[in-house]
């Protein structure tokens, strides 16, 4: 029952893997709120409609929004890079958790309009604040977006996970340490298999 009422909740999250709920993506929140351990009121991409899905799943009392986990925007939102002061650093193409950032090292990057959930991941990382948050009145609600958004999100993690499957076997292989591998040919690895 517990597995099944996490894929319920799940389901109704707008699968932007903001982490502003406190847990690191939308599926262990979901989980969390299944076990009892969370409150249905701290998604503010899914705002009061979302809240009010989530207490109709779980028979409960709706919440306001839990002002510490962020505030519910009117308007959806996306990022912009100002390309003119991006130095290239890939620090948010690896922040974001759908994969709408794309660009290379020390070149410009740039962002994915119809990708972009405005989870805001990237803003934090950038060393040279060229990341800013637009919104665009023209964008559905992320939880009508939140298909999309889990497909791409699981891809990257699928991708993620056999960087790191492959490491460990490169490392057993080689009997390296970690900082032993060469840095240049890893990352130039690494970008050849971003998503163009």
């Known amino acids: ?20 709920c406190g ?14 351990e969370a409150p249905i009121n701290r998604c503010p991409p899914g705002g009061a409609a979302g809240i009010g899905r989530l207490a109709s799943a779980l028979g409960s009392q709706r919440l ?4 510490a986990c962020g505030e519910e925007l009117a308007i959806e939102r996306i990022a912009r890079v100002v390309e003119a002061d991006c130095i ?23 962002v994915l309009d119809g990708e972009c959930n405005g989870c805001e991941l990237c ?11 637009e919104p665009d009145p023209a964008l559905p609600p992320a939880y009508v977006r939140a298909p999309q958004f889990r497909a791409r999100f699981e891809a990257r993690t699928r991708r993620l996970e056999g960087w790191a499957r492959e490491d460990e076997a490169r490392r057993r292989d080689r009997r390296t340490t970690p900082g032993e591998l060469d840095p240049v040919a890893e990352a130039l690895r690494r970008a050849q298999a971003l998503p163009s």
């Open 123 to 133: 803003l934090p990382v950038c060393p040279v604040d060229c990341i800013v948050m």
């Open 23 to 36: 847990y690191p993506a939308c599926r262990p929140y979901a989980e969390a709120m299944a076990a009892g």
């Open 64 to 67: 306001a929004l839990d002002p």
């Open 88 to 110: 290239g650093c890939t620090k948010c193409i690896q922040a974001c958790p759908v994969d709408a950032i794309v660009g290379a090292m020390k070149l410009m990057h740039t």
């Open 1 to 20: 029952m517990g597995a099944s009422l996490a894929d319920t909740l799940d389901a109704l999250l707008p699968q932007t893997q903001c982490t502003r």
